[in-house]
């Protein structure tokens, strides 16, 4: 049942970049109405489901939870901005590059072994970048959109960093409170760049409800409820499922063009990541 979940929730979140592309709003007004919706779900869910919430005591997690939103909101602004500019595909797989710069900073922040694999991994994975960032310019792909999807995996980077410093807040407790920050983040630059005058956009009511009621509320609750009761190696290494799902949706659903270039690039990429992740971490656990 938790890998059923666990999948269940890579299905879903593969699909935010295809629902965003029936939304026609900036990207920060995207994201602004996703978070909230997203992050007032998890809320009412963990208000009916949690009756200890002795996590508020630990301040010093609580502060790496919140820099853990702050780094969500902004990362998920640009990936959105990256979305409009160079389509799902090409941000997608920029965006997932966040985890294997983790990978690599890894023995500097956390003590981790950096094995010679994981090494390997991650200049195969820069070879796939500078394909699929190559192909993707000579289509006539926006060089700042290139920019968003590469910013939008440093932020994504930042937000697995302090989240895994945020110790003792797991779950759907650490989901609701990364939306929330996040929410807070996006809301005040949302705000300023549009003086207060914010509405709900009723052309695009349908599409940002699914993204933020199923891809965002349902979405979370379902990964955050199963990943604590998977090994954590079935769960690093399965979730390249989803960027993987999102190059295939957005070929099929949106049209997207992929050059023979771009492919290798992808392949590349993720197989490099998962590699990386999958033979890295069997070394490193050798004596």
Not at 49 to 72: C, E, H, I, N, Q
Not at 189 to 197: M, Q
Request: hydrophobic share 55%; glycine share 12%; aromatic share 12%.
């Amino acid at each position: 049942m938790p890998f059923a979940k666990y999948l269940a929730a890579l299905v879903v979140f593969s699909l935010n970049g295809i629902v965003a592309a029936y939304i026609d709003l900036p990207s920060y007004e995207t994201v602004f109405w996703r978070l909230l919706i997203g992050a007032a779900m998890l809320l009412m869910i963990l208000l009916a489901t949690r009756p200890d919430w002795g996590f508020l005591r630990l301040k010093r997690s609580l502060l790496f939870l919140g820099a853990a939103g702050v780094s969500m909101g902004i990362s998920w602004v640009l990936l959105y901005e990256a979305y409009q500019q160079v389509g799902v595909s090409v941000s997608t797989l920029e965006y997932y590059f966040g985890p294997v710069l983790m990978m690599i900073l890894s023995p500097v922040l956390f003590g981790e072994r950096l094995t010679w694999v994981k090494l390997v991994g991650f200049a195969v994975v820069l070879a796939g970048l500078f394909l699929v960032n190559g192909g993707s310019l000579a289509q006539g792909g926006s060089a700042w959109g290139l920019i968003c999807g590469g910013l939008s995996a440093l932020g994504l980077a930042g937000q697995v960093i302090c989240n895994k410093l945020a110790v003792g807040i797991t779950g759907l407790a650490n989901a609701a409170g990364q939306l929330v920050a996040a929410f807070i983040t996006v809301a005040i630059f949302t705000l300023a760049k549009t003086g207060f005058a914010l509405v709900f956009p009723t052309d695009d009511w349908f599409p940002l409800l699914v993204l933020g009621l199923v891809n965002t509320g349902a979405g979370c609750y379902l990964y955050y409820s199963s990943i604590g009761r998977l090994p954590l190696q079935t769960v690093a290494i399965c979730g390249y499922l989803e960027p993987l799902g999102a190059v295939v949706f957005s070929v099929l659903l949106l049209g997207e063009h992929f050059t023979p270039a771009m492919v290798l690039g992808g392949v590349l990429i993720l197989g490099g990541a998962v590699a990386g992740e999958a033979l890295g971490n069997r070394s490193t656990s050798r004596p």
